[in-house]
């Protein structure tokens, strides 16, 4: 019964109870089976709380559970994957080399592709197939995801046609999905787009909505705009292909198109969702708001950090990019808008809180804009400390300077 709860919270989205819950568990004293560690690990990775990522490792090994149990070894993958320990990750993989089934696999292939190490996720895929392992529907994903997040245009054609061809797996809009992100990210809008078109399939608010950032990312505005308005269609309550449209009317500076799909908006009820980032401190998670900030004095202070932070980074050459603020106003206003984005924020607060080069792991809940990617490289520089970000769509390590991306994302 309290497996069955836990597993209920996990799948309802409400990863927050279903750990509040296992504690609970613990605390009657019933031993959690294998389904309830799964369903936790789970949870935490939704989470990004290594720490208690980290304990449930400890309790499995402590406890003598195998880690060939209950899928409990491709968890602790995506687990660690997840909370952007992609080594700990590899490590339990390596760990269960003897024995290894499909799901390991894809939860490996899948965390390099989060990373953006593809070259690394095609290897581990050309060593599956040397083991023998029969790859799934699941595998190609994860491998098709790796190619775009790396630019690999050409392997990622080669292992949707293998898909095809040697393992007789009928790609699903998942998979065209991928091949449209490959392509849009990589410049070519107009073959996403015949990929869209010739689909056996309608294809959904995703793929079009894959075709929209790539669009506005490539300057393919008109291509944007039917792609915005076919994502809308399709999904009428999801707030970002209505944003990412008047994003495209500001860019071109129409402004009255700019007000009216805002007036759409309201008359339909939908919300802009706001930029949201987390970073933990002594085990207590702290959110910031998009221009927001809790508590008097923590706003005055991270404010303070802020601007002491653009003055630094402006010594070693930072511009803010004015361009990523899509409002009707003044340049000194624009600034101020960047200054204020959440991420900002977060890394300013945990520089606050944190001892002086410390690691900062950063959740995000929106793709992070050039211009904070940019601040990023150069904090990790000129404070001498390693960020973190994971975003919706993968993680961004910034060391020195730089970031795994290699500003590809």
């Not at 613990?26 to 989470?47: C, E, K, R, Y």
């Not at 409990?72 to 320990?85: E, V």
């Not at 792609?227 to 999904?235: E, F, G, H």
Request: hydrophobic residues 40%.
């Amino acid at each position: 019964s309290w497996t069955s709860l836990i597993s209920g919270y996990v799948i309802n989205g409400l990863p927050n109870k279903a750990l509040d819950l296992f504690r609970k568990m613990l605390a009657s004293d019933v031993q959690p089976d294998a389904p309830a560690i799964v369903n936790v690990l789970s949870a935490v990775a939704d989470l990004g709380f290594i720490k208690e990522g980290k304990w449930l490792h400890n309790y499995v090994t402590a406890n003598g559970i195998s880690l060939g149990l209950g899928f409990i070894a491709s968890s602790l993958i995506d687990m660690y994957s997840k909370c952007g320990y992609i080594e700990d990750a590899k490590a339990v993989f390596k760990s269960i080399c003897y024995r290894r089934n499909v799901g390991d696999w894809n939860s490996m292939i899948s965390g390099l592709a989060i990373h953006g190490l593809g070259q690394e996720a095609i290897s581990v895929f050309l060593e599956m197939q040397s083991m023998g392992i029969k790859p799934d529907e699941v595998t190609f994903v994860g491998l098709l995801t790796a190619c775009a997040h790396g630019g690999l245009v050409n392997e990622g054609k080669i292992y949707f046609g293998m898909m095809q061809q040697k393992y007789n797996i009928v790609p699903r809009i998942q998979h065209y999905g991928c091949i449209v992100d490959l392509l849009g990210r990589a410049g070519h809008v107009k073959g996403a787009l015949e990929v869209i078109q010739n689909m056996p399939m309608e294809p959904d608010a995703l793929a079009w909505k894959a075709i929209l950032t790539a669009s506005i990312k490539h300057g393919e505005y008109a291509v944007g705009e039917i792609a915005a308005l076919k994502a809308i269609n399709l999904a009428p309550k999801d707030s970002s292909p209505y944003v990412l449209l008047s994003n495209i009317y500001a860019k071109l500076r129409k402004w009255e198109n700019v007000a009216r799909i805002r007036s759409i908006m309201k008359e339909k009820g939908v919300r802009k969702v706001p930029g949201c980032s987390s970073v933990s401190i002594n085990d207590k998670v702290h959110k910031f708001l998009v221009g927001k900030q809790v508590g008097a004095r923590e706003n005055k202070m991270v404010l303070a950090k802020v601007e002491e932070m653009i003055c630094e980074l402006k010594l070693e050459g930072y511009e803010p990019d004015l361009s990523q603020v899509l409002l009707d106003a003044e340049e000194g206003g624009k600034e101020v808008s960047l200054s204020l984005h959440s991420e900002k924020l977060a890394i300013a607060f945990a520089l606050l809180n944190n001892a002086k080069g410390a690691p900062i792991h950063v959740m995000k809940n929106l793709r992070i804009c050039c211009d904070c990617h940019s601040f990023i490289k150069l904090v990790s520089k000129v404070y001498n400390c390693q960020i973190t970000v994971r975003d919706p769509n993968r993680f961004h390590h910034f060391k020195n300077g730089s970031c795994s991306c290699n500003d590809y994302w």
